[in-house]
């Protein structure tokens, strides 16, 4: 079963459905946002997805907004504060890839403009091209984290069947 035919099965404001619906394939164009989802995605790792979910708006207050500048510049105390945090995932190397991260989308922001005009630039890439840019420019990547975090945000496509009344939403958005 997909997880589009496995939402249709929930009620309206499971986690799953909101997310499938509202914001699973949808393209976004806030580099914060953008670095979240990232977040997001590397913290799933080893986990269930309905995990993270149910957990992303702690992540979101643990993570300064995800505000990318707040978070390249955490320090120890920082660090502490968030493997103290019951609220998130409280993995030592997820945390320091998070900073890591937020310091690369930086850098990125500088020559590129943005992380969006970044990943933008190399729209067209294979999945096996993402995954080798991208474990070269950031921490805690592998093939399952950078497919889901460019499908989740446009960037890949196989986030919905094409059945599903979102994908045929999203096709609508891309063409207009």
């Known amino acids: 079963m997909s997880y589009c035919d496995y939402v249709k099965t929930l009620p309206k404001d499971n986690v799953h459905r909101v997310y499938h619906d509202f914001h699973y394939g949808f393209p976004i164009d806030n580099d914060d946002e953008l670095f979240g989802r990232f977040v997001l995605e ?8 309905d995990t993270i979910l ?8 643990a993570y300064s907004h995800f505000n990318i500048r ?5 320090k120890e105390k920082d660090i502490d504060r968030l493997l103290g945090d019951a609220g998130i995932i409280r ?5 320091h890839a998070a900073i890591y991260n937020a310091q ?8 590129f403009g943005s992380f969006k005009q970044w990943l933008d630039f190399h729209a067209g ?6 995954v080798r840019l991208f474990k070269t420019t950031f921490h805690f990547t ?3 984290i950078v497919g889901e975090f460019l499908m989740s945000t446009g960037y890949l496509g196989g986030a919905h069947v094409p ?7 999203l096709s609508k958005m891309k063409k207009g």
């Open 125 to 130: 890439f294979t999945k096996e091209e993402w």
């Open 91 to 95: 993995n030592k190397l997820k945390i």
């Open 142 to 144: 592998g093939g399952e």
């Open 104 to 111: 690369q989308i930086l850098l990125l922001q500088k020559e």
């Open 42 to 49: 590397i913290n799933q790792a080893g986990l269930s997805w």
């Open 54 to 61: 149910k957990k992303q708006e702690h992540f979101r207050n």
């Open 163 to 169: 059945d599903c009344s979102v994908y045929k939403k």
């Open 70 to 74: 707040k978070v390249a510049g955490y």
